[in-house]
């Protein structure tokens, strides 16, 4: 009887280490193309790559972060003032978005220099 | 005899209403959707060990419907019942088959619930999201699989028939 769990755990041990495999292997692919870093209160929060398109609730949903055609922006904000929302869409290499009532800045990371085209 | 059927059915639906109110009081500690422990799997397993598969599945229906309703939104109820069913079914295949133990079934279950949910998501949003989160969502699925089983075995030793 208890040398089914210890199998079964055995089991799970190698799954989790596939997994970890397949998850460095995707992971290391991705390095090229550039990254939308989300800091709140000088903290990295996520890197999201511009080349996934979706839709990503931050700092517990205080902003909602949108990945789109490889740019990215903030669709929402709990603030009154909604300057981030305003701030348009960033897809080069240091251009940024910030929501200062929320400490949050969104800035872009390891892609293609401003200027040059970033999309892939 | 039906009558004890009912209560313990109640009892596991109850469980897993805590459960969950519980995980939602854990703050998220990765920015991803999806990753969680899935604590209220620990009733839906102790249901399918204890009663059977049909009941497993009515305690967790009733879980996603209830949950839902009180600490979720319309949008999350697609989520949960994609990944519910996924993994009822999934649990069931494996737990029939005899060969495994809770463990087993609980990380399939796990898995699984995350895949049906990523890929509702997918569907909804239409986006490609499950291709970068899977191998994620295999990491987090395995390790919340195993604690949930673990507890399930427990569970389903210590509390008398």
Redesign the interface.
């Known amino acids: 009887m208890k040398s089914r769990y210890l199998r079964d755990l055995l089991i799970a041990g190698v799954l989790l280490a596939a997994a970890l495999l397949l998850f460095m292997a995707v992971r290391g692919r991705q390095v090229s193309g550039a990254e939308a870093v989300v800091m709140v209160d000088g903290e990295e929060q996520g890197r999201y790559p511009l080349a996934i398109a979706g839709t990503f609730p931050l700092n517990g949903g205080s902003n909602v972060l949108v990945i789109e055609n490889g740019e990215a922006w903030v669709s929402e904000a709990d603030c009154p003032d909604k300057v981030c929302m305003h701030m348009g869409k960033i897809s080069r290499n240091g251009e940024f978005i910030a929501c200062l009532p929320n400490r949050l800045i969104v800035s872009i990371e390891g892609g293609e220099d401003s200027g040059a085209d970033a999309r892939t | 005899m039906k009558a004890k059927k009912i209560t313990t059915m109640a009892l596991a639906t109850a469980l897993c209403m805590v459960l969950s109110f519980v995980e939602s009081q854990i703050?998220?500690f990765v920015?991803?959707?999806g990753v969680k422990v899935g604590l209220a799997n620990i009733a839906v397993i102790f249901a399918m060990y204890r009663l059977g598969w049909k009941e497993a599945a009515v305690v967790s229906l009733i879980r996603v419907l209830l949950v839902s309703l009180l600490f979720g939104s319309f949008a999350s109820m697609f989520y949960s019942l994609a990944g519910a069913v996924l993994s009822l079914v999934g649990m069931g295949i494996l737990k029939k088959t005899g060969k495994?133990?809770e463990?087993?079934v609980s990380?399939a279950g796990g898995i699984l619930h995350n895949i049906g949910q990523i890929v509702m998501a997918g569907i909804l949003?239409g986006?490609?999201?499950l291709?970068?989160y899977?191998?994620?969502l295999?990491?987090s699925g395995?390790?919340a699989?195993?604690v949930v089983?673990v507890a399930s075995?427990i569970l389903i030793r210590r509390v008398p028939e």
């Open positions: 703050p998220a920015a991803i959707p495994f133990t463990i087993i990380v949003l986006t490609d999201v291709r970068y899977l191998p994620l295999l990491i395995t390790i699989g195993v089983g075995a």
